[in-house]
Each structure stands twice: as C-alpha cells, then as structure tokens.
C-alpha cells in the first residue's frame, strides 16, 4: 500500500479567518509542508487558523509536533474533523486543551 501524500488546500474565510484543510497522513515526511503552508499565510495572529483535519489517515508524533509548531507561529489554531484516534493522542499528550478547541459544525460554516 503506497503512502498517501499530504494534500493542504488553503482558503480565506470571512473575517480574516483561514482554513488549511488537510488530507492524507501528516507524518515525518509531511510534517514541514505543514509548517510551510502555514507560514506562507503571513497571519498576524488575530484570528486563528482553521486546521480541518477530515481527511487525515495517520497522524504521528512528527504531525502532533508540526501541529505545536503552526500553534506557535499562527498565534492559535483550531481543529475540526479530529478522528477518534487522534483525538486520543491529543488526550494522552495533554494537547487537547491547547490544540483541540474544535469549532461546532455551526461556527465552521459561520466563518466560510
């Protein structure tokens, strides 16, 4: 079975608010596309960056870490589509506080 390659499509949403929605397994060799294609937004940390992570197959400890790291850089970040695997990785690391504040399906199509 081939890896699935990382696929991020970039949107600007109302308000300011961007959404990076990402699809395949965000892992060691995909981690920095990650990190890329978030500081390619330029944010100045205002409005939180969307992360949909629907399409997420695998996500390792080199994807949780890209997440910390865009987290950091973006000012805050907020995660939708979080799959119950990963959901229990962010639970066990003690990240789901900090990265996990998932908007309800509402807000996402309030803001785009």
């Given at each position: 079975?081939?890896?699935q390659?990382?696929?991020?499509?970039?949107?600007?949403?109302?308000?300011g608010n961007?959404?990076?929605r990402?699809?395949?397994?965000?892992?060691?060799?995909?981690?920095?596309?990650?990190?890329a294609?978030?500081?390619?937004?330029g944010g100045?940390?205002?409005?939180?960056?969307?992360?949909?992570?629907t399409?997420?197959?695998?996500?390792?400890?080199?994807?949780?870490?890209?997440?910390?790291?865009?987290?950091r850089?973006?000012?805050?970040?907020?995660?939708?589509?979080?799959?119950?695997?990963?959901?229990r990785?962010?639970?066990?690391?003690?990240?789901s506080?900090?990265?996990?504040?998932?908007?309800?399906?509402d807000?996402v199509?309030?803001?785009?």
């Amino acid at each position: 079975m081939p890896d699935q390659l990382l696929t991020i499509e970039t949107t600007r949403l109302a308000a300011g608010n961007v959404r990076l929605r990402l699809t395949g397994e965000l892992d060691y060799d995909s981690a920095p596309d990650l990190i890329a294609a978030a500081a390619e937004l330029g944010g100045d940390g205002d409005a939180p960056v969307l992360l949909d992570l629907t399409g997420v197959t695998l996500c390792d400890s080199s994807g949780l870490s890209a997440l910390l790291v865009v987290h950091r850089a973006a000012g805050a970040i907020r995660l939708t589509g979080v799959s119950p695997q990963l959901q229990r990785m962010l639970d066990r690391t003690g990240l789901s506080e900090l990265l996990a504040e998932a908007y309800a399906d509402d807000d996402v199509r309030a803001i785009g």
